[in-house]
Structure formats: C-alpha cells, structure tokens
C-alpha cells in the first residue's frame, strides 16, 4: 500500500512544527503534500525532520528571498522529479507537479489555492488553468491534491460560501475525468476540513482529484484532524489531513 497525506500545515508550522512532524510520522506517510509551507527556521526543520523519517526526497517551491511566503512542499520516500508541463497556472509557486517514482510510478499535482489572495477573478483563473491541465493530461496515473479553498454548494459548506465558479470547477474537474477521491468512496457523506473561527461553521477545502488511470488504485479516503491531549481540534493545524491509500 501507498499512503500519501495532503495537509495544509498553517502558516509555516510555527512552534507546533514538532507536533506536525510527530503527527506525519503516526500516519506513516509514504509521501506528502505540503500546503503553506514556508523558507523559514520551522520549515527547514520540517524538511529534516522528514528526511530522518524516510522522506528524503523533496521539491518545495518555497523561496528564501520571500520566507514568509504560503508554498508547497512535496517529500516522498521514492525519488520525485519535475513534470515540464507547457502551461501552468499563475503563481506558479503555488502548483507542484512531480513524477513519484514508487513501485508503481504516478504524478502527484500538489496545490494550494489561497482564500485571501485569490479572490474573485484570479482564483477563477487559476481554477481554469488547471482545469485545462486536467483535460489535456497525457501523463498517465495522476492526482491532484491540496487545499483548494473550494467545494461544491449545499454539500461542502455548513453555509453558503462557495460560488457558482467554483461549483463548476469541482464539477468540470470531474466531467474531465478526475474524480473526487472522497466523493467516490464516500457518496455524499457530510464532512469538514476547516472551521470558521468566529462563526465555527465547516466547511470541506480540501480534496483529491483522481484521474481513470489512477482510481481503480484507490483504496481509502479518509480526512483526520491531529488529535491534541486537551481535545483541541485545531492545535496542531486549522486544517484536517486527507490521507489517500493505493495499491501498490
């Protein structure tokens, strides 16, 4: 089995990033995908932090001109390469597509798509673009993971947040072939990846798309909150994890 974890880890980690690195180790993560991970001390430490624990190979689009910067970070426990793909969407920094070299090789598209900076137009065009990735894709076996900060109405959301451009993304994402991984193994099963602070609403951010090549692969899908000793939901991050399982 493959066990790859999709976790927007909250601003670089901080001073819980002992606690993540402890917590990625528990789920015995064979690769992950890292969103808001950062050029600082406490994410330099993640990477090795990572590394002793059997993830030695790592891309990050992280930049040490901007360390304070939300980027990705994808470690595997296989060799990763870049994917050179002709069009990408725009930051750039903010789409990871690497080849994991596992038994069974796939590509993991790791993404992150932020809610205050991308507001409106640019985040409909971001969404466009990888749309466009997804229905030229000519890669063979291949996810796309991460913190989207979308869903579909009525079923992702405790109350209405999500837009219509962003429901017919998730939905094109799909008529393109990249199926939901929680979605196909869970129906229409409620489930929340991030709550508001003040309103304490939910609402589902983060997912996989699984394209043909991939899914008949697909095992589990399951998210997890990094459990805390005095019950704290949000301790170790504001966001739950997405763990996905495959055959090996």
């Known amino acids: ?129 990888i749309l466009r990735i997804a229905r030229r894709w000519d890669y063979g076996s291949a996810l796309i993971a991460g913190d989207t900060n979308t869903g579909r109405i009525g079923i992702d959301e405790q109350s209405r947040a999500f837009s219509k451009e962003s429901d017919d993304w998730m939905v094109g994402m799909e008529r393109a072939g990249w199926r939901d991984a929680f979605r196909t193994l869970h129906g229409d099963q409620r489930t929340y990846t991030w709550y508001s602070p003040n309103a304490g609403n939910g609402f589902r951010l983060d997912q996989a798309f699984v394209n043909a090549e991939l899914i008949p692969r697909l095992i589990a899908a399951r998210y997890e909150w990094a459990p805390t000793l005095d019950g704290r939901r949000d301790a170790v991050s504001d966001h739950a994890a997405l763990l996905i399982d495959l055959t090996d």
Not at 35 to 51: H, I, K, N
Not at 66 to 83: F, K, T
Not at 94 to 108: E, M, S
């Open 1 to 129: 089995m493959v066990r790859l974890v999709a976790w927007n880890i909250r601003a670089g980690g901080g001073k819980r990033i002992g606690r993540i690195a402890a917590q990625i180790d528990k789920w015995e993560a064979d690769v992950v995908g890292l969103c808001e991970f950062r050029a600082t001390p406490p994410s330099r430490w993640l990477q090795e932090a990572l590394a002793q624990r059997g993830l030695f190979y790592q891309i990050t689009t992280a930049d040490p001109e901007q360390p304070s910067a939300n980027r990705l970070l994808v470690a595997s426990r296989w060799p990763i390469g870049g994917i050179p793909l002709s069009a990408s969407p725009r930051p750039t920094q903010l789409w990871l597509p690497v080849l994991v070299q596992a038994p069974q090789p796939f590509v993991l598209g790791a993404v992150y798509i932020p809610m205050a900076a991308f507001s409106g137009r640019r985040k409909y065009a971001f969404h466009r673009a």
